[in-house]
């Protein structure tokens, strides 16, 4: 059975790195935080990848889709400070709140908390090293990566969303979205 493959101590220490809202994905199944069981993973993405090439820019299916990094510092919401919301630039889901965003001087956007629901967290054990890669809930899209402990007295939690600027779109109070992808 698969809840025998991963021993229990090693879900402790994975669930500890990765912090309270931890899931781990694998094989279409969703380790569940609450209820310390498997459960069959809901596929959330809509689109198959060529669809999804399709719609979105060559350089944000490279980031959404294909788990990309943009280069530091280039992104137009690094340094962005309007009141809005940031939505997912590929299925337009609510993301963070403008309130949620600080400067945190790491070349990408940077914002201590989602809305609720709206983020997953995933075990990313790419280019040998463990993190917490996020993606939006919706579409399953993948965002960048949360950093925790950093010491950021300065915000509520003591954790960084660090965001790809092209994962994101952002909503005017007014209802008008910003869907520039350049500086």
Request: with cysteine.
């Amino acid at each position: 059975m698969y809840h025998r493959a991963v021993s229990r101590s090693t879900l402790t220490i994975i669930r500890n790195y990765l912090g309270r809202d931890f899931t781990l994905r694998t094989h279409r199944r969703t380790f569940s935080r609450t209820s310390g069981t498997l459960k069959e993973s809901t596929i959330s993405a809509k689109k198959t990848n060529e669809e999804w090439r399709k719609t979105l820019s060559p350089q944000r299916y490279h980031i959404l889709r294909e788990k990309g990094t943009e280069v530091r510092g280039t992104g137009l919401y690094n340094e962005h400070n309007e009141t809005g919301v940031y939505l997912c630039a590929a299925c337009h889901s609510r993301l963070y709140e403008s309130s949620h965003k600080f400067s945190s001087g790491c070349g990408w956007p940077a914002f201590y908390d989602s809305v609720p629901g709206a983020v997953n967290r995933n075990l990313d054990t790419s280019f040998g090293r463990i993190r917490t890669e996020i993606t939006c809930s919706n579409c399953d899209s993948h965002l960048g990566h949360v950093f925790q402990g950093e010491g950021y007295n300065y915000t509520p939690a003591d954790e960084r969303h660090c965001v790809n600027s092209l994962s994101l779109k952002f909503e005017r109070p007014d209802g008008s979205v910003d869907d520039s992808e350049d500086k």
